[in-house]
């Protein structure tokens, strides 16, 4: 159930919502609980929910346009004809939450996860659904048209009916459960770039005869049963598609443990947990220097010799150190597992481990790289 403190403040209006919000910010220890809450009809437009407990609550018809509810849960919660259009949802929990009808255009749904959610008739024009969990989600009659569904996990999903004009598919994770009946798809593009820009047009020119798309697919996946990995290259045509599959699955990080849960995300033929630690990886390539990302390393602890694993373990001017990607679901139980591990790092002679905010990794990883370099130098002075 709701904390009767936390709703009353929500109900006493939006600005003192948001000063509340803004003063506890910065302690992890208050998480908003709104569980079970019945805000039906209510307006939460721009509100900052981010990390709230909404499980179970009742949102049917609730105006949340531009609010930020990055990491909130929303498992189970009722979402029905809601108006969540340009809002923050990434990285959201949206288990079994049901959104039929909501309007969630231009909403960011990047790392959510919407495994088996009532998606029915919803509004995802435009959408960024990058990396998010989709898994036996009902996207029947979703009108996806425009939507980013790069590194998506599309595994038995329902996409009866559904619009995927202009979607940007690229490495999407589908198989032979995904339902592709009675898609309307007219094109698609195999590339979704920085600031939205969309690339690899298929077809290159005019569109798929109906039904065609949802038949090539089917072909695809009959024929390799392995979620598609690569994408067209050099095609002046859809139907080659067969010889663009890379069925390998080389892309690999040693001694890495990747669970089937997880969301992959790939730069360079490495696995990574996050776009975040994607955008330090670019960064610390445009320097030159040696670094390795997600790899494990034999060290000696007090329980003997172990295996453990940094973010990016990076050598610059013949100095070592850990640059760490904090994310935002870090508890304060993670955050006492993770000082154990560095106190390891720095007992076998790594004297720099620091952790940089995941938010400021993606938006300013330039900063962070030449940061974390001063800190060796000055770690090893």
Not at 107 to 130: G, I, M
Not at 152 to 181: C, M, P, R, Y
Not at 206 to 221: H, Q
Not at 345 to 371: H, T
């Amino acid at each position: 159930m709701a904390n009767p403190e936390h709703l009353a403040i929500l109900n006493q209006g939006k600005e003192f919502w948001d000063e509340w919000r803004y003063e506890n910010e910065q302690n992890p220890d208050i998480r908003p609980d709104l569980s079970s809450a019945d805000l039906k009809g209510a307006d939460l437009s721009g509100l900052r929910l981010s990390e709230t407990n909404l499980i179970d609550a009742n949102l049917c018809d609730a105006d949340l346009c531009g609010a930020n509810l990055c990491g909130t849960n929303l498992s189970y919660a009722n979402l029905s004809g809601a108006d969540l259009s340009d809002t923050l949802l990434c990285g959201a929990n949206l288990c079994r939450a049901n959104l039929s009808g909501a309007n969630l255009y231009i909403a960011d749904l990047s790392d959510a996860n919407l495994s088996k959610a009532n998606l029915t008739e919803a509004n995802l024009r435009d959408a960024n659904l990058y990396g998010a969990n989709l898994r036996e989600a009902n996207l029947s009659k979703v009108d996806l048209s425009g939507a980013n569904l790069a590194m998506s996990q599309v595994i038995g999903t329902n996409f009866h009916n559904a619009n995927l004009t202009g979607t940007s598919i690229k490495h999407w994770q589908i198989d032979s459960e995904t339902n592709l009946d009675g898609v309307i798809c007219e094109y698609v593009y195999y590339n979704y770039e920085y600031l939205s820009v969309k690339t690899e047009r298929r077809p290159i020119n005019g569109n798929f005869a109906p039904g065609e798309f949802a038949s090539l697919y089917k072909k695809i996946i009959e024929n390799t049963d392995l979620i598609l990995r690569k994408t067209l290259e050099n095609d002046n045509t859809f139907n080659k598609l067969e010889k663009n599959i890379d069925v390998d699955n080389t892309f690999n990080n040693q001694g890495v443990q990747f669970f089937s849960t997880q969301k992959l995300q790939t730069w360079k033929r490495l696995r990574f947990r996050s776009k975040h630690e994607i955008k330090i990886a670019e960064a610390l390539d445009r320097t030159g220097v040696l670094f390795l990302p997600n790899s494990l390393a034999r060290l000696t602890t007090a329980k003997g010799r172990e295996n453990k694993e940094a973010d990016f373990l990076i050598c610059y001017n013949g100095k070592w150190g850990v640059l760490e990607v904090d994310g935002p679901f870090h508890t304060p139980e993670r955050r006492v597992e993770e000082q154990e591990r560095e106190r390891i790092f720095k007992k076998n002679g790594i004297k720099v481990v620091e952790r940089f905010d995941f938010e400021r990794c993606y938006n300013n990883p330039d900063e962070v790289v030449q940061e974390f370099f001063k800190m060796i130098e000055i770690g090893y002075s």
